[in-house]
């Protein structure tokens, strides 16, 4: 069976407010040396069939289509045996 | 400069009707043969300094502390050079 991983992550520049706080809170609970923090998403899915060619298709056409937002954020697939 | 990914994902056993509810979408859009899908986080930390062997224990610490909850989630850090 196989899985594909998926990151989705908001692109450069643009303004992540989620890991901003995300920051401030691991430098108040004494983490020193953080720099940028960001705050995305990751998905498995996990396909019936055995296709490697297929099951990356179709996980790119669910980003683009369902998971990611285009405008604001990028994504990368990763595929791996369960 | 060094870069914690960190994805944070449910435990094997524990419910995710997000990725339930996803798992629909993706079949009412056409997207056959999709198996299990679960959504976790992807956290991106950047350190200011570029001692490895530091960075990994300070992920790994933010993630026992902060990012994750350990009774439902599990967690995984991947150190790359920015």
Redesign the interface.
Known sequence: ?LIAEI???LKEGVLDPQ?TT?RR??ET?G?A?????????????????GDRARARA?AE??CA???ANPVIEQYHVDLREA
Chains 1, 2 share one sequence.
Request: net charge positive; glycine share 12%; no cysteine.
């Open positions: 069976m990151r989705v992550t890991g995300l809170s691991l609970l983490f040396g953080v720099g940028e923090v960001r705050v995305g998403k990751s998905i498995q899915v996990s396909f019936a069939h179709e056409a669910m289509k369902v998971l």
